[in-house]
């Protein structure tokens, strides 16, 4: 079962932050999420919300923000004093870290389209990644499956998995297109499925994996991952079980 640290070790560092992805290495996680969006003046940014309001000190919607302004935002006190000059990281930024400590695992890119379309954003991700080798592996992810069927023709060998809630509906519209490879389903959908992720025919990695008892659970029903806040725990979990 592989171990994907979401927003980077979320649970002990402020989330989507260079600290949270710099934990995830030093844990040796499998795997390392990450959620993109795209600034006013078309910079691609780390953060999970379309707003800064919850993880920054500012407010407003990062399109109508530039990553100058969202440069002077705090990213870290929200969550910690101690990460006070924790600053809102650009995917580059991001890429370059785990290049630089040598992470050998998987990069799990959420395009985060599913609430703001950020038109272009596939190909300025796409041109980025594309742009140089990486010493891990990358792969493409989302909710909005139009944006992955853009992914998919920029980079046709790209692994690309489709990400989802609850909904019975989802499941046959990635396995009817043969370029996922996978699903990240709300844990609820797992739970109520447990006797067929065995022979699920696509990859199953549910989110967010953050008890002890869920982290037991998925690895007696045998899904592919999990995506979760405490990558450490989940790490001992796995070690001792
Ligand atoms: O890939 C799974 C997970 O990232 C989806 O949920 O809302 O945390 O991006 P969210
Ligand atoms: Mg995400």
């Known amino acids: 079962m592989q171990i994907f640290a979401h927003r980077g070790s979320s649970g002990t560092r402020p989330e ?9 290495v030093r844990i040796g996680v499998d795997g390392i999420e990450l959620d ?3 600034t006013k003046d078309q910079q691609l940014i780390v953060m999970h919300d379309e707003e800064v309001n919850r993880t920054t000190d500012g407010k407003g919607a990062i399109v109508n923000k530039t990553l100058a302004e969202i440069k002077k935002l705090n990213a870290g006190s929200w969550f910690s004093e101690d990460y006070s000059s924790t600053k809102v990281p650009t995917l580059k930024e991001v890429l370059d870290l785990l290049a630089m400590r040598n992470f ?9 389209t599913d609430k703001e379309e950020y038109p272009g954003i596939e190909e300025k991700v796409s041109d980025l990644m594309t742009s ?26 790209a692994h690309i998995d489709f990400i989802m809630g ?30 067929e992720i ?14 002890e008892d869920e982290m037991r659970q998925c690895l007696a029903c045998g899904v592919t991952g999990i995506f979760t806040d405490f990558p450490e725990l989940a790490a001992s979990i796995k070690r001792n079980k």
């Open 104 to 112: 050998r695992g998987i990069l799990a890119i959420e395009l985060k």
């Open 198 to 211: 065995a022979d699920f025919p696509l990859a199953v990695r549910p989110w967010t994996i953050n008890t």
């Open 166 to 195: 609850k909904s019975e509906k989802k499941p046959p519209m990635a396995m009817e297109r043969g370029f996922i490879k996978g699903i990240h389903p709300n844990k609820e959908w797992v739970w109520k499925h447990e006797a």
């Open 16 to 24: 989507n932050t260079l600290p949270a992805f710099a934990e995830a």
């Open 132 to 157: 140089q080798k990486w010493p891990f592996t990358y792969w493409y992810s989302s909710f909005n499956m139009s944006s992955l069927e853009r992914m998919y023709a920029l980079e046709p060998e």
């Open 36 to 38: 993109v969006q795209l």
